[in-house]
């Protein structure tokens, strides 16, 4: 129907868009993870080192296992939030429904550093929370934990991904055909029933992509971490920032970098695995 | 709602053999009237047809039966014991979906043992009941297909296998035909038929097709604007149609306008004698009452007119014309299949077949709607 020049000619914006965003730097991030630094230089000399690094030394280990549990938690906190608010809004809203769903998109509209600063002013210890509990006696000095802790980034991730997991789930819910529920109903089921034997099942694709999003979103997050997370909650991210910055170890940096793609990659594949083994059409 | 009668409703004989009653129930969603006082009584093992255009509130009606609605007043009666209080998931209705509503996420067995399963039937029991079912609606090798797999007859198959395996007293089936090819359509009325007739369970089986309902039905509920016009078996509706409406809806005919005037009726260009009171008249005449009349003779029950063919339509065994009585009335006339025909001839009917009929716009009352 187009001529191969035509094809051709429109193939060219993505492809060079790809090449150069995407291909291009992952190149230079393999090639500098397998360089090394000596004497605050960095020379092309092919090696294994920061490899080794990575695996020898304890401390990236432990960063990165904190790392994942921070992503696991949030992708939990974010479940248990976003899918009952998405049932809620499939079935039970009715007019609010439209205005619910505004509620809940809008916030993803303001910038994530301006939310990130208003939990500090609502964790830190002459915070709205603390000013709030000691007002009403429950505590007698600031409690410190609320900010500077891997709660604090749990909480802070945990409000900016649930629209994320929220959305694909709502999705899932409002496209379920509504006889099916009926028929449920007809052959005996309870609303209990229904939903364990039906809805779950049917928006298992729906929370797949959710919880995928929630956890490698929050798995390569370092704004929230630097925020509210302190010494006690860095993650994966900051370290690899401040081997980019101050450490001047770009090396070391890139390598950790690729450890994280590896991992990104496989639990895609992995989620996109499971959606399509979940996937009814 | 109503409140419910102080006393169980006594129940004559006639009635006792009725599973289910429907008793003056009125469904209004906003400011629409859909169902406006609709009693009917289905006796067990009977196939009854809800027949009605769209919007008739014939589906609505299947939905207050299998309780996706509330009648907004009236009752509904099942086996002696009210229908209209239960939830869906406690009645003892299954319903075959339009389309189908099978479960995407289970394979054709499991959407059979959904009915089971959620009662915590026995596994073992659940497997014989489902391979049993397969067997009635031969599909036993598509056990492990997955419904988006099957083709609309097979899902159809499935879809009614679902509903039968869990032994309803009643099985509501809303336009299950509707989505299938006409060939296809055929065959699944048949097997439908075939079906109901040894298993013995009762149908409610809506449809738009009157054909279908003709050719299914043991009798026919006419519906038209959420009233019920007629309720009889097929032949008698067909014979002796109550109204106008009823008339035309169910296959073809010719409604004779005119009036009776001193013991004879006359409506255009026909007139013959009745022994009915004068006033303004329908007579609803079928287009096969009517045959040609080549040698011109009559006998003294019969009508004899003059008339010029003016279209022909042919369908293999008979053809439809459309003649002209003069003074622009056309009649339809179907005769056996006789070739071209043009010009004048002369035609004639049986007064009998010339059925008076009521101009149907009022509500027909209950007591006409005896089963």
């Known amino acids: 129907m187009f001529s191969r020049a035509y094809r051709s000619l429109v193939s060219i914006p993505p492809l060079f868009w790809v090449a150069a965003f995407l291909l291009l730097p992952y190149a230079l991030m393999f090639a500098h993870s397998l360089w090394a630094v000596r004497e605050g230089v960095i020379v092309h000399h092919w090696n294994l080192s920061n490899y080794k690094t990575l695996f020898s030394n304890p401390v990236y280990a432990e960063v990165l296992f904190r790392t994942m549990r921070i992503a696991a938690s949030v992708t939990i906190c974010s479940l248990l939030l976003g899918y009952p608010l998405a049932y809620y809004l499939a079935f039970h809203a009715g007019q609010r429904k439209e205005l619910l769903y505004q509620l809940v998109v809008v916030p993803l509209w303001v910038s994530y550093l301006v939310r990130g600063y208003a939990w500090k002013t609502i964790l830190g210890s002459d915070g709205v929370l603390n000013g709030f509990l000691q007002y009403l006696h429950i505590t007698h000095e600031p409690v410190g934990f609320f900010l500077y802790s891997p709660f604090a980034v749990v909480l802070v991730l945990t409000h900016i991904y649930t629209p994320f997991v929220f959305l694909p789930i709502y999705a899932a819910l409002e496209h379920i055909p509504r006889p099916l529920l009926e028929a449920s109903q007809d052959l005996g089921a309870g609303s209990v029933q229904t939903f364990w034997r039906v809805i779950v099942p049917l928006s298992t694709p729906g929370l797949l992509a959710g919880a995928t999003f929630a956890f490698v979103l929050s798995l390569g997050d370092f704004l929230a971490p630097l925020l509210v997370g302190g010494p006690s909650g860095t993650m994966i991210a900051n370290v690899v920032q401040s081997l980019f910055g101050a450490a001047f170890d770009w090396p070391l940096g890139a390598a950790i970098s690729v450890g994280i793609l590896v991992i990104t990659i496989f639990l895609l594949f992995l989620s996109e695995l499971l959606e399509k083994r979940w996937a009814f059409k | 709602m109503s409140a419910s009668p102080a006393n169980p409703p006594e129940q004559d004989t006639a009635e006792s053999a009725a599973l289910l009653e429907v008793r003056n129930v009125a469904k209004r969603f906003g400011a629409v009237d859909v169902l406006k006082n609709i009693s009917l009584s289905l006796g067990a093992g009977e196939f009854l047809t809800l027949l009605g255009e769209s ?192 008339a035309q809806f169910i296959g073809q005919t010719n409604l004779l306008r005119g009036e009776i005037r001193g013991s004879i009726a006359s409506c255009g260009a026909l007139c013959w004698p009745v022994e009915e009171a004068d006033g303004p008249v329908i007579f609803s005449l079928r287009p096969e009452a009517i045959r040609i009349c080549p040698d011109g003779q009559r006998q003294t029950s019969e009508v004899k007119f003059r008339a010029a063919v003016r279209q022909q339509f042919y369908s293999g065994s008979t053809e439809l014309l459309e003649v002209d009585c003069g003074s622009g009335q056309t009649l339809r006339v179907r005769v056996p299949a006789r070739g071209p025909l043009a010009g004048e001839h002369e035609f004639v009917f049986s007064m009998a077949d010339a059925i008076r009929v009521e101009e149907g716009t009022k509500e027909v009352s209950s007591k006409q709607i005896t089963s």
């Open chain 2, 55 to 246: 919007g008739s509130g014939k589906t609505t009606l299947l939905r207050l039966i299998a309780g996706f609605e509330q009648p907004s007043s009236g009752e509904i009666w099942m086996s002696g014991a009210r229908l209209d209080l239960l939830p869906p998931y406690k009645r003892r209705v299954n319903t075959v979906f339009q389309n189908y509503a099978l479960f995407p996420h289970l394979s054709a067995h499991d959407n059979i043992a959904y009915g089971l399963r959620v009662k915590g039937t026995e596994a073992s029991e659940v497997s014989n009941r489902v391979e049993e079912a397969l067997r009635m609606v031969k599909m036993q090798e598509f056990a492990g297909s997955r419904p988006s797999k099957l083709s609309g007859g097979q899902q159809q198959r499935i879809a009614l296998a679902r509903a039968l395996v869990n032994r309803p007293q009643l099985l509501l089936l809303d336009e299950p035909l509707s989505a299938l090819d006409a060939n296809l359509r055929k065959q699944m009325q048949s097997e439908l038929k075939a079906l109901q007739r040894e298993i013995g369970i009762t149908f409610l089986f809506v449809t738009h097709d009157q054909e279908e309902a003709m050719a299914l039905s043991d009798r026919i509920a006419l519906l038209r604007d959420g009233a019920l016009e007629q309720v009889a078996s097929p032949r008698e509706i067909y014979a002796h149609p109550a109204t106008a409406y009823t």
